[in-house]
């Protein structure tokens, strides 16, 4: 009798955690992401998509990747057009649902000109200074000093802005900086970088079953692949 009302927990259990056995396990799970080196790459490569391919693959779910900006990945969850929108700060999101766990912790640096500023003050320096960065990415919520915000679409329209004295400062994440700064668009022997902040990324996702579903995998799946220490070997992969 023991053994029977074990097994029927068993069950019920998986039946939570695993909605492919209550038959509604969705087919398809469509990301939606902003381009970044090594980690959204517009090919399909990059950390990323290989820990949702992790996530999502061993459920028998198909990924699609659509790739436009912060805010219209964003947008295209809320109008369910998405599945989920990648990579993003949840405190500024409004209209979705939140992955449990973060999946990714960023380094968020700002450069700047070496001869603008005599000492570096951690984020008190930035205090009432133009400060650029990605449209959407809303880093003025977790700074604790006022800033003069600055946001565009391209990194590269920051770096000219920057370049020619138009802000004060660049900000982004560290990945995402050095990628830009690669391009060779500025005379980075001119420049200093600092780091401000560290920032946990997370996954939205739409507001509908078919999200909440999609949550629900990730959210018991993910944990399991760090205790199985596939996550890290991601990382490593990716020099992350």
């Known amino acids: 009798m023991k053994s029977l009302f074990f ?49 999502y693959g061993s459920e028998g779910i198909k990924t699609k990747i659509i790739t436009k900006s912060y805010n219209s990945s964003v947008s295209l969850v809320r109008q369910h057009k998405a599945d989920a929108a990648v990579g993003i700060y949840p405190e500024t999101i409004r209209g979705t649902v939140c992955s449990r766990y973060p999946f990714v912790k960023d380094y968020v640096l700002v450069l700047f000109k070496k001869n603008k500023f005599s000492q570096w003050d951690g984020p008190q320096s930035l205090k009432n200074k133009k400060v650029a960065w990605i449209n959407g990415h809303a880093y003025d919520e977790y700074l604790g000093v006022p800033v003069i915000k600055k946001e565009f679409d391209t990194r590269e329209a920051i770096l000219r802005r920057l370049d020619h004295d138009q802000i004060d400062f660049f900000m982004d994440t560290r990945n995402d900086m050095e990628s830009v700064l690669n391009k060779g668009i500025i005379d980075i022997t001119r420049y200093t970088v600092e780091m401000v902040m560290e920032l946990e990324r997370y996954l939205v996702f739409a507001n509908n079953n078919k999200g909440q579903r999609l949550k629900k995998i990730f959210d018991f799946r993910f944990p399991a692949l760090v205790k199985t220490g596939e996550i890290d070997r991601l990382y490593d992969k990716w020099n992350w």
Do not use: H, K, Q
Request: charged letters at 15%; a negative charge; hydrophobic letters at 50%.
């Open 7 to 55: 097994l029927v927990v068993i069950i019920l259990l998986c039946l939570v955690y695993f909605p492919t056995m209550a038959g509604n396990i969705p087919g398809e799970i469509i990301f939606a992401s902003e381009e970044r080196s090594n980690a959204t790459n517009r090919d399909g490569t990059g950390l990323y998509w290989d820990i949702f391919r992790a996530v």
